[in-house]
């Protein structure tokens, strides 16, 4: 080879400009990998914090308490709300265990319920899923429309007031379950619709040949049955004998009609007297032939079944038992007898006696 024919080769190229041309790209690539690795591990670590302690590992082990979440609040302040509470052990856990499974998005405003035992993750399914706590408001079968207000009003949770008391006999008597923030209005509403449905579907499905002329007739002796007797199996009986009383044109003289008018829709703190019995009022059934004007109370379904129902037959009377119940008689006679062992009985002890107003039937 000649000195020219070397000067035609490129020039070798020093080993050490090789590795250095390498080793860059390899510190990138390995650089690119710890980068990963750490967000890997730093993710794993973000959701095991959260997932243990917001949701497996904390219960919650105090009291029931309900937490009212105002609408517009976000994560965090939810999160500080909860912990304040002592619910959930701090901010950071409850806030990382929502953002990993989501939940966060899904809040919703309400009154809910923590338990005993629930963990953070139970908690926030249930804030996010909107399972907000029913509060119950019952109406107590019998209960004048008066007394069921009254109640209304004192209801914790309940908003805006009422206007106009319901009209005796259009709420049905039945638990109703409702939310913090529903208007008083709109669960009377509800009362009446229901009362209503039932009404017209008992009266529809009525027996044949009852000395009533309309469901609200139903309504109003449903009442008196109600208000009559405290034992279910005698619901029947007793609007028998008030039916009787009706089909043969003898007043009914029903205290509970007295009470009513005294009590001015209100429970009396004391019996009757006679000269309650002598009051000039329409709903005094001992001075008014037929039924009072209007329901005595809200009667409940099986007090409108009972007047429904019954059967039509030659009782005439009944008498307290002494025992909370009554016994039943055909003749006046019967009924004095009656009231004769109801008078050395322990119960006997009322301002008045109990066959006071009562009179033979009309022939």
Not at 132 to 158: D, K
Not at 179 to 187: N, S, T
Request: no cysteine; net charge positive; glycine share 10%.
């Amino acid at each position: 080879m000649t000195d020219n024919d070397s000067l035609l080769q490129p020039p070798a190229s020093p080993a050490v400009n090789q590795t250095g041309a390498a080793m860059p790209k390899a510190k990138q690539w390995r650089f690119g990998m710890l980068v990963l690795l750490g967000m890997a591990l730093w993710m794993g670590a973000f959701g095991w914090f959260g997932l243990q302690l917001g949701y497996m590992r904390v219960p919650y082990m105090g009291e029931e308490q309900l937490i009212v979440i105002a609408p517009g609040t976000g994560l965090r302040g939810i999160a500080k709300q909860l912990t304040e509470a002592g619910v959930v052990p701090s901010e950071s856990s409850f806030m990382a265990s929502s953002l990993v499974f989501g939940q966060h998005r899904r809040f919703k405003a309400g009154e809910y319920q923590i338990k005993t035992g629930q963990t953070g993750r139970q908690i926030a399914d249930a804030i996010a899923n909107g399972r907000v706590y029913q509060r119950l408001f019952t109406v107590v079968e019998g209960f004048t429309s008066r007394q069921v207000v009254q109640r209304l009003e004192e209801a914790e949770g309940l908003t805006d007031a009422l206007t106009i008391e319901p009209a005796e006999g259009t709420l049905l008597p039945e638990t109703y379950a409702y939310r913090r923030g529903e208007k008083r209005p709109a669960l009377v509403a509800r009362m009446q619709k229901d009362m209503a449905q039932v009404v017209q579907a008992i009266w529809a499905s009525r027996r044949e040949g009852l000395p009533l002329r309309s469901a609200k007739d139903m309504v109003i002796l449903a009442s008196i049955v109600e208000a009559e007797t405290p034992q279910p199996e005698e619901r029947a009986r007793v609007a028998a004998v008030y039916l009787n009383r009706l089909a043969r044109n003898m007043p009914l003289q029903a205290d509970p009609t007295v009470a009513y008018a005294v009590g001015d829709g209100l429970p009396m703190d004391r019996p009757l007297t006679r000269a309650d019995l002598a009051i000039e009022h329409p709903f005094n059934t001992y001075r008014i032939n037929g039924l009072p004007p209007a329901p005595i109370g809200n009667p409940g379904r099986a007090s409108l079944w009972a007047v429904a129902q019954a059967q039509l037959g030659s009782e005439l009377f009944f008498v307290a038992d002494g025992k909370g119940g009554h016994v039943f008689a055909n003749t006046y006679e019967e009924h004095l007898t009656n009231v004769a062992a109801w008078r050395k009985s322990k119960g006997a002890n009322e301002s008045r006696k109990p066959e006071d107003g009562a009179v033979p039937p009309q022939r």
